[in-house]
């Protein structure tokens, strides 16, 4: 079987979660040893064998980017001719997914990272974009042979924002993590380079500065928090000038009544993201929309406690009072995930962070205990399998 599987992110241009989740999934598909899988991703040309890369279109040079994504789609639907199926990740890449599947008359499988409908702060980044963005989500999903959501929670938002969708349709395959790559790794010395003492406690964020990450929130919640804890933020790539700013402001506002907040915003090599989450108390997820988190994983495969938003795959993966803190939120019913109340959130939130530096070694209970449900219960090799299991039920329906 020969399957082409179709992304914006590619190592080594990963910025989320979908990236890493590609790359990780093609690295187990490969070990199996009986699919021929072949990467077509944005960019330059890769080095890896079976992989391609598309630049953008140089006619399309200053258009819209969401032109551009679908220009890059169309060179890429081209290239898929003798697959057997195409899976494509992300709006980014579901058009050149539906396209190929159209043209060489194989299976689509989409795998949903995150839905147009309930990312409407995405129309301030890609303006008349989104739009576009939100056609091309909607035809690859309702004429996909197969969709895969990455949690319960993911699921049933597709059904909810594609009632057309046959629910016999929709599969679900959690994400996973590597727990050889991600695991403890104490290094003071990287901890120290990036202006973090590795002796007093700390609250991480890894994530990027957009709106479902809540990072807003998490900035108003941690003036709650004791006067030795430090806040770390290695966040970075703003969706648009206007949330970089808000951030901006909240930090400066933020280290003008407190030291020991740190701001990394360049993308940091995974083992010195490694040592910052090593040398945390806690890793904190304010996100609003989340359909899973591999952060959350990542976090937790480093043993670190997790306080997160118990919204999307969130609760899914992280155990309150087991693995970490649950942050209840109400939402608003308009596609933003925004909460109802957002200073009852962030008490709600800065309540949890507090609870969980207060107490070092419940924290480091919940830690060990995250690390080992991140191994019993996400590993990549399982995954794969599953994947493979609804290629092949789609391919014996076809």
């Not at 990740?89 to 309930?118: D, I, K, M, Q, R």
């Not at 703003?238 to 993308?267: C, F, H, K, N, Y």
């Not at 925004?338 to 924290?363: G, H, K, N, T, W």
Request: aromatic share 6%; charged share 20%.
């Amino acid at each position: 079987m020969r399957v082409d599987i179709l992304s914006k992110e590619y190592p080594p241009a990963v910025y989320g979660g979908a990236g890493v989740h590609v790359a990780e999934l093609t690295r187990a598909l490969r070990e199996r040893g009986d699919t021929d899988v072949r990467v077509r991703c944005f960019g330059e040309p890769r080095d890896e064998g079976g992989t391609t890369g598309y630049p953008d279109p140089p006619a399309l040079a200053g258009a819209n980017p969401a032109l551009t994504t679908m220009g890059v789609d169309l060179a890429m639907a081209a290239d898929c001719a003798g697959a057997d199926l195409v899976h494509s990740h992300t709006w980014y890449a579901n058009f050149a997914g539906h396209t190929a599947g159209l043209l060489h008359g194989v299976p689509h499988v989409v795998s949903a990272h995150s839905l147009e409908p309930l990312r409407p702060w995405k129309a301030e980044q890609l303006g008349g974009g989104y739009a576009l963005s939100s056609w091309v989500e909607r035809t690859a999903y309702e004429g996909a042979a197969g969709v895969i959501a990455v949690s319960h929670g993911m699921r049933a938002d597709i059904l909810r924002s594609y009632p057309s969708i046959d629910p016999e349709r929709v599969h679900v395959v959690h994400n996973g993590i590597d727990a050889e790559l991600w695991q403890p790794a104490p290094d003071p010395e990287v901890v120290r380079r990036h202006g973090v003492d590795p002796d007093r406690p700390s609250v991480v964020f890894v994530g990027r500065i957009t709106r479902q990450k809540g990072l807003p929130h998490l900035l108003r919640a941690a003036r709650e928090l004791p006067p030795e804890v430090q806040l770390v933020l290695c966040a970075g790539a703003p969706d648009t000038p206007e949330i970089l700013a808000e951030v901006e402001a909240l930090v400066a506002e933020l280290r003008s009544t407190r030291d020991g907040v740190v701001w990394i915003s360049q993308m940091l090599p995974r083992a010195e993201v490694i040592a910052l989450l090593t040398a945390g108390t806690v890793f904190a997820c304010p996100s609003v929309y989340e359909p899973l988190g591999i952060v959350n994983l990542e976090a937790m495969a480093c043993e670190l406690p997790v306080v997160a938003t118990a919204t999307g795959g969130i609760p899914e993966v992280v155990e309150d009072g087991v693995t970490g803190w649950l942050v209840p939120i109400e939402q608003v019913d308009d596609g933003t995930g925004a909460p109802v109340d957002s200073a009852r959130f962030e008490a709600d939130l800065a309540a949890a962070l507090v609870q969980a530096v207060a107490d070092p070694e419940r924290a480091r209970a919940r830690g060990v205990a995250g690390r080992e449900r991140a191994v019993e219960h996400f590993s990549w090799t399982s995954i794969g399998d599953r994947t493979m299991a609804v290629y092949e039920s789609v391919l014996a329906q076809s």
